[in-house]
């Protein structure tokens, strides 16, 4: 879970993930951006990742 200068790596795969599905989002085809698929990847898309990204569990969740 972490990387060997202590960073917690799946804040990076999280933000992969986003970039992932906005491509899916931008690939599908306009008319279909109000469907419930097209309507959560843009709630995803949405989400403000740069402070969860940012944050770092406090000792004891496995960093000790």
């Known amino acids: ?3 060997e200068d202590g960073h917690n790596h799946r ?3 999280i933000v992969a993930l986003q970039a992932e599905y906005a491509a899916w989002l931008q690939a599908m085809p306009e008319a279909t ?3 419930p698929t097209g309507q959560a990847l843009q709630a995803i898309v949405d ?3 740069d402070e969860i990204a ?3 569990p406090q000792r004891g969740y ?3």
């Open 33 to 35: 951006h109000d469907s």
């Open 1 to 3: 879970l972490y990387t």
């Open 11 to 13: 804040n990076g795969e």
């Open 54 to 56: 940012a944050n770092e």
């Open 62 to 64: 496995g960093r000790d």
């Open 47 to 49: 989400l403000d990742l």
